[in-house]
């Protein structure tokens, strides 16, 4: 009984140091997570340097002339949302993927408020796998708009 009131402690203080978050860059395995990351790096958090790594290098130039996340959403992106913003992959584009292919598009559904209104939008983008890393290589044009 008494090993055991020593293990627990031990165990709690053990278990608590373990640390949940993650580098977004481990989970690159996939076209769609690649660009939720993203979408979420410039949407959410704000963070244009992890942006910048989920993009092909033609991208990267792109959204370096833009300086920053919000100019990136604003002008490149082509979508503005105040706050917090929802992202969900379109289920039915993953049909008929391979792993081996090198190229996939990706739409992606937003949902988010904008000067009090409730904006919904889709934007689909060409993925490209570069050194066996999913990357954004281009922001395809709304062919609804």
Not at 18 to 43: G, K, P, R, T, V
Request: overall charge negative; aromatic content about 10%; glycine content about 4%.
């Amino acid at each position: 009984m008494k090993k055991l009131a020593l293990i627990i402690p031990f165990l709690v203080i053990l278990l608590s140091a373990c640390d949940n978050n993650f580098d977004s860059s481990e989970i690159n395995n996939s076209a769609d997570m690649s660009a939720l990351i993203f979408f979420d790096s410039i949407y959410n958090r704000n963070d244009f340097q992890t942006a910048l790594k989920h993009a092909s290098p033609r991208m990267q130039r792109l959204m370096k002339s833009y300086h920053t996340s919000t100019n990136v959403a604003r002008h490149l992106i082509n979508l503005r949302y105040d706050g917090e913003v929802i992202m969900e992959i379109d289920a039915g584009d993953s049909v008929g993927r391979s792993e081996f292919a090198t190229r996939q598009k990706v739409s992606v559904f937003f949902t988010g408020n904008y000067q009090g209104n409730v904006v919904d939008e889709l934007r689909t983008v060409q993925m490209i796998k570069e050194d066996g890393k999913w990357v954004v290589e281009a922001i395809l044009a709304d062919k609804f708009g």
